[in-house]
Structure formats: structure tokens, C-alpha cells
């Protein structure tokens, strides 16, 4: 018998494989697949953002790496999706690195058909800075405000425009 278009397909679908795996490790976002609850698919920079290799990831329950405070809210929204309900596409939660410490994310999921399952498909941006940084002005800016109270004068707050946008008086 003759195989030469088994193989050419064999070939060109192992090459495209390799094409799209290549893509997805690129992506600075961790890109994830879950199935029946358990991790079945995670790119280089999921691994990179939560300290783990792809062995110890895949295969194991996605709430492995959530934080004990955000586990409600990521398994509810979790069941919701796969029930066809409403769950948000996007939100933002906390995961746990292998170091024990939290890695604030914003994630984007849906559900897909996968080999006559359905699963979530979605993708994780690192904003544990962006929540750092958060906190850090909020923090003076209440410093601000008691420094204005304790002087007993009239603060005023500049956009980038430098249109005021807030006013603080004591």
C-alpha cells in the first residue's frame, strides 16, 4: 500500500503543532486548558508566574493554585462557565507561587469543546505590580490627606493635564 499522503499529513500536522506550541510559549500571558476540573495544558509563562514546570502543573485540579481567600469566587465562577451561566469572562483573583507568596492576575476564560468535553480555555496577566503600586498611592495619598488635616489647608489633586480632579480640604 501505498502511505505517501499518510506521511505528508503526518508531517504537516506535526509541523503545525510545533508552529502553534512555538506561538503560545511566545505569549508573555500565561495561556491555560482546563478538563474536568484539572489542568490539562499550560504554557512557559504560566509556569514562569507561578514557579511551578509544566509536570508538576498538568494534570492536577486548577484550585491547587488558588489562594484559600479567592477560592469561592474562581470555583463558583468556574462551575457557572461550564453550566452555561453567567460567570464573568474576565476578573481578577489571586494565585498561589510555589514560594507560598500570591500572585495577583487578571483572567480571561470561556468554555470550548475539546475532544467531546467541554473545557476552559483562557489567559492570565500577571498584575501583582500593578496591585503593589496601587496600594503605595492610596497609601499617600492618605498620608496627603492627614498631612492637609493636621496643617488645616486646602489640597488639590492634578491629571496629567494638570486639570484639577479632586479637591481635598480640611
Partial sequence: RDITSRKKAETELTQSEEKYRT???????GVFL??????????KAFCKMIGYNAIEIEGVSFTKFVAPEDMDLVVNN?????????????????MLHKNGEKVFVNMS??????????????TLKDITLQ????????????LFKGVADAANILLTERDFDLAISNTIKS
Fill in 78 to 94: 468556574y462551575k457557572h462557565r461550564q453550566e452555561g451561566g453567567p460567570a464573568p469572562s474576565s476578573y481578577e483573583w489571586r
Fill in 131 to 142: 496591585k503593589k503600586l496601587e496600594q503605595v498611592l492610596l497609601s499617600q495619598k492618605n
Fill in 23 to 29: 506561538l503560545i510559549d511566545s505569549i508573555q500571558d
Fill in 109 to 122: 476564560a470561556r468554555v470550548i469543546n475539546y475532544q467531546g468535553k467541554k473545557a476552559t480555555i483562557g
Fill in 34 to 43: 482546563i478538563v474536568d476540573g484539572n489542568i490539562s495544558f499550560v504554557n
